[in-house]
């Protein structure tokens, strides 16, 4: 959720100011629970009969439906344009038979959710600063295309996206359905990766960038989430941390297995099965400096997997925080050294 610019203690301070927005939703199991009125009342559309979580794991994030508007008709220029941005600024990327786009964090950041469309396929571009969680799904479901929206609500201090269509409400780490008429239902996430705009330059000459529609609605290119991925804790999160790392710590994720970031860093390289994890200098984090050009390298990570057929492909997987990866997949693995080369 957006903060003030300044700094997480500001956000923290105000938001405290608030009341209430720190304290649990709902009570009961989730077959037998019933939506707080307020709930109700702002969402008449949504089933809350049905829900496939506790309504007591959801916090209000502070704004409410859709105070972070989703961007709805994407603006795009070539990514060989004077942009502004530096070579190392993070984008999320995304290459569809050809057909390559890139989505700078600095306006996911204000915005977190691009309903787009790329080589004809209806996507959906998400990122959730607080779990850094950067994650593209095919909005097309059981021959339908969805289009969705923010709730302003949170679980496990991750997005809580609404489809528009039926007003069901969606985890966005996951990709699925939690609450409302379509609940359990799952979005294709499709293989992106999160890179410094010179890479994506480099690799995809003919891409397309997304800009701003109006530069001044927002203080693109300044992050509201400074300092926070040097916290010691994550913000508005309720649930058990992992014990083997620091919450805050990056992992790369693949479905529900994970490496450390400063592993593969160390590493430059892991193979693990079909699977290949690489890491590179030269990326900003999103959520250091209040201008994400001056943000702290990081690296990044691209994740391939082989087969004999396509060779190295990129792989579905996330870079995130590890008490997001511990929160959705708490039965996950977790490696602090390198796999174990399988048997012959």
Not at 58 to 77: A, E, L, M, T, W
Not at 112 to 128: K, Q, S, W
Not at 309 to 326: E, K, L, S, Y
């Amino acid at each position: 959720m957006s903060f003030p610019r300044n700094s997480i203690q500001a956000a923290l301070a105000s938001l405290a100011l608030l009341g209430g927005l720190l304290t649990l939703a709902g009570t009961g199991h989730a077959d037998t629970q019933t939506a707080p009125p307020d709930w109700v009342a702002e969402w008449p559309r949504t089933d809350f009969a049905r829900s496939a979580i506790p309504f007591s794991e959801i916090v209000s994030g502070g704004p409410s439906r859709d105070g972070i508007p989703p961007i709805d008709s994407p603006k795009f220029i070539a990514v060989t344009a004077q942009t502004g941005l530096a070579p190392s600024e993070p984008v999320i990327s995304l290459d569809i038979d050809g057909k390559a786009r890139a989505y700078p964090l600095r306006i996911l950041i204000w915005h977190e959710i691009v309903n787009d469309r790329l080589a004809g396929m209806p996507i959906a571009v998400t990122y959730c600063p607080l779990c850094d969680a950067a994650i593209i799904f095919d909005r097309r479901l059981d021959g339908r295309v969805l289009d969705f929206g923010t709730t302003g609500k949170l679980r496990h201090s991750d997005l809580i996206m609404y489809d528009r269509q039926t007003e069901s409400w969606w985890q966005q780490f996951l990709g699925r359905a939690i609450i409302g008429t379509l609940t359990d239902s799952a979005l294709a996430i499709l293989p992106s990766r999160v890179e410094p705009l010179a890479r994506f330059r480099e690799r995809h000459p003919d891409g397309t960038l997304l800009v701003p529609g109006d530069p001044e609605a927002r203080a693109y290119g300044e992050t509201p989430y400074a300092g926070y991925d040097s916290s010691r804790t994550p913000f508005l999160y309720r649930g058990a941390l992992p014990e083997t790392i620091a919450p805050m710590a990056r992992v790369v994720a693949v479905g529900s297995i994970a490496w450390p970031l400063s592993l593969v860093k160390a590493r430059g390289e892991i193979v693990a099965g079909d699977l290949r994890l690489r890491w590179q200098a030269g990326l900003n984090s999103a959520l250091d400096t209040a201008a994400i050009t001056h943000g702290r390298d990081i690296g990044y990570v691209t994740v391939e997997r082989y087969s004999a057929d396509a060779g190295w492909r990129d792989a579905v997987h996330d870079v995130t925080f590890a008490f997001a990866f511990h929160a959705f997949h708490p039965e996950g693995t977790l490696h602090r050294t390198d796999p174990a080369p399988p048997a012959e």
